[in-house]
């Protein structure tokens, strides 16, 4: 059955800041992590191979189909860190109508596993960005619809190159997130590590992208704060 929708439906799909429809997501072609020591979890138990992650020299390449959080068991951070990387979309929304995030993952436990539980803050190639957490269930941080910032760097239009670094950083009872230098979010640790959301802040870090969306990660490291 087709679903027509109003001219101001449509306004408000397109608007920045504003939640979706949740559209289907398409497995890319030769999909799979090609990284060695790298693993992923695609969402709604979907194959992970309909996503890939592959090398491009020192750097990152993510497509994907189904939404992914994909990590280094060897990439851990503790006590008072940064992580941090620079993400470039180089087509806004070449595999989608609406803006998808994509962002650093941090204080990643049992990740792979049914009790997974880590935080993310990504950026949105339309000026806005989102907080996220996954425990026994998914948890927002900064609303449904994320939050539009100034700092967040917007694609010209559909098709252009779009940059942004983002920034998490634990320091003492504080998580913030940080985009393009400018502090965008932050909470206390204690809103974090509770019950049916973070084991910890210490963990696991990486990187997550949502579903039908390309994009080239660079520099992604971790710094003692």
């Known amino acids: 059955m087709?679903?027509?929708?109003?001219s101001l439906a449509v306004a408000l799909l397109?608007?920045?800041?504003?939640?979706?429809?949740?559209?289907?997501a398409r497995a890319v072609q030769a999909g799979g992590i090609k990284v060695a020591g790298w693993k992923g979890t695609a969402d709604n138990g979907a194959d992970v191979t309909g996503s890939s992650l592959a090398a491009m020299g020192k750097d990152l390449h993510v497509k994907t189909g189904p939404a992914v959080t994909y990590w280094n068991p060897a990439n851990t951070a503790s006590g008072n860190?940064?992580?941090?990387?620079?993400?470039?979309?180089p087509k806004f929304q070449d595999l989608n109508d609406h803006p998808h995030p994509y962002g650093i993952v941090i204080a990643g436990n049992d990740l792979g596993t049914?009790?997974?539980?880590?935080?993310?803050?990504?950026?949105?190639?339309?000026g806005?960005?989102?907080?996220?957490?996954?425990?026994p269930k998914p948890f927002q941080m900064n609303g449904p619809r994320g939050q539009v910032n100034a700092a967040v760097h917007?694609?010209?239009?559909?098709?252009d190159a779009v940059t942004?670094?983002?920034a998490v950083s634990v320091k003492g009872d504080?998580?913030?997130c940080s985009i393009n230098g400018t502090e965008v979010a932050s909470y206390d640790k204690s809103a974090l590590v509770a019950d049916g959301k973070l084991k910890s802040t210490d963990g696991v870090y990486g990187i997550r992208f949502a579903h039908n969306t390309e994009g080239h990660v660079s520099g992604l490291t971790v710094t003692k704060n």
């Open 2 to 6: 087709r679903r027509i929708y109003s």
């Open 14 to 24: 397109l608007a920045p800041g504003v939640a979706f429809a949740q559209d289907e």
């Open 81 to 89: 860190y940064t992580v941090k990387a620079t993400f470039t979309e």
């Open 114 to 126: 049914a009790t997974a539980s880590y935080l993310y803050c990504a950026a949105n190639g339309n």
């Open 128 to 135: 806005s960005f989102i907080v996220r957490g996954m425990g």
């Open 154 to 159: 917007k694609a010209a239009a559909k098709g």
């Open 164 to 166: 942004n670094e983002i």
């Open 174 to 176: 504080k998580v913030t």
